[in-house]
């Protein structure tokens, strides 16, 4: 994979890649085309906070990877963060989660951190040396080859920042926190259906993200509603058929990138209610958008939430998209913290800033978004 320039930054987890990339496993969400703002720091450093607070210890493996032993604050709990901040392809995606968790842990004061640059050819013995050096429980790694990897080796509560494959070793101590498109799809659907929607019709892209979302909503639409929802391509030299199609339906769901839904969303009746994930909240007014509910993480739809209030936004703008990485860097650490406290087989649950979580099937955690309305914050 080739390392981008500055201002197309490459990620694993909300990848803002080319439609050729973005057709690999190895990303969660992704917005083609949508630059990230370019880091003020070398790639690999993390970008700085917006209120400085007195910070957690933290304490940086040599950058050679061998691990020096340093003893832990008594009755501190220890978090590795094994992430690959030196990666030339996700280096610069790996330093915006790194600074999300440093804010947390700057705020919380509950841990010290103990961090590691490791990819798939070493993660396996930096995460052992590690665990050998005091470490309770670990974020990382990024990519899902690296998970695979290092599954069968988890000794310690791991929060992997990706989907786990299936073909992964299973192991008890892995969890998997992610963005992963498919639940927003799937709660878009219920969401419809909760609102009354009996006849939705559903557009869908081309590109290999919006087929995606396209199948878990037609799968879960199936399911919550006993019936499959119409399914129609989006054709921009021909909308004819869709906007026919959009009046026979009691709502539309767009599977699209932002240039379609908006071009789509313009061509129908105002009364047409329309619907859509966090794929279309790029920021800004977006006003061929308004009126459209979706879905989002409390981050950035709930300003006045506990949570969101506590922690401080990064000093140097991020992009919508960016920033979704760095508050799920906020919730990994909240939930390192309890997973170290917690007893095996607890129930775990955080009312967090990228969803309400809650620790389902698999070890995955699972996340319930509050809705809006593009165009304004009006959440119902």
């Given at each position: 994979m080739q390392r981008l320039t500055p201002l197309l930054l490459v990620g694993v987890l909300l990848t803002w890649l080319t439609p050729v990339v973005a057709q690999t496993p190895d990303y969660i969400i992704q917005s083609n085309g949508a630059p990230m703002r370019a880091l003020v720091q070398p790639p690999g450093q993390t970008p700085r906070l917006a209120t400085p607070t007195p910070a957690a210890v933290r304490v940086d493996a040599p950058a050679s990877g061998a691990l020096a032993a340093k003893p832990a604050t008594r009755g501190k709990i220890r978090i590795?963060?094994?992430l690959p901040t030196e990666s030339s392809a996700l280096g610069e995606a790996a330093a915006v989660v790194r600074s999300g968790v440093e804010a947390?842990?700057?705020?919380?004061?509950?841990?010290?951190?103990?961090?590691?640059d490791a990819t798939g050819d070493n993660v396996v013995e930096r995460y052992r040396a590690a665990v050998a050096d005091g470490v309770n429980v670990v974020i990382g790694p990024l990519s899902r080859e690296s998970i695979a990897k290092l599954a069968?080796?988890?000794t310690v509560p791991t929060i992997a920042l990706n989907s786990i494959d299936r073909q992964a070793a299973a192991n008890?101590?892995?969890?998997?926190?992610?963005?992963?498109?498919?639940?927003?799809?799937?709660?878009?659907?219920?969401l419809m259906r909760d609102d009354g929607r009996a006849?939705?019709?559903l557009v869908v892209g081309g590109d290999a993200l919006s087929q995606r979302l396209g199948k878990a909503f037609?799968?879960?639409?199936?399911a919550v509603a006993g019936k499959p929802a119409r399914q129609m391509a989006f054709d921009s030299s021909d909308m004819t058929p869709l906007l026919q199609a959009a009046g026979q339906a009691d709502a539309?769901?767009?599977?699209?990138?932002?240039a379609q839904a908006a071009k789509l969303k313009s061509a129908l009746t105002p009364d047409v209610p329309v619907y859509g994930t966090s794929q279309l909240n790029v920021g800004g007014a977006q006003a061929e958008l308004a009126g459209v509910r979706f879905i989002d993480m409390p981050w950035f739809l709930m300003p006045a939430h506990p949570a969101v209030q506590r922690y401080p936004h990064p000093a140097v703008p991020l992009t919508r998209q960016t920033e979704r990485l760095y508050a799920l860097g906020?919730?990994?650490?909240?939930?390192?913290v309890q997973l170290a406290v917690s007893r095996p087989g607890a129930a775990v649950r955080l009312d967090g800033v990228t969803g309400d979580l809650r620790l389902g099937r698999d070890r995955a955690f699972e996340r319930q978004l509050p809705a809006g309305v593009m165009g304004g914050n009006a959440l119902q």
């Open positions: 590795g963060v094994i947390a842990a700057q705020v919380d004061q509950s841990a010290e951190l103990y961090s590691v069968p080796s988890v008890p101590k892995l969890y998997s926190l992610s963005l992963i498109v498919e639940g927003e799809a799937r709660q878009l659907a219920r006849n939705p019709l037609a799968d879960e639409w199936r539309v769901a767009l599977a699209l990138d932002v906020i919730d990994a650490y909240r939930l390192a």
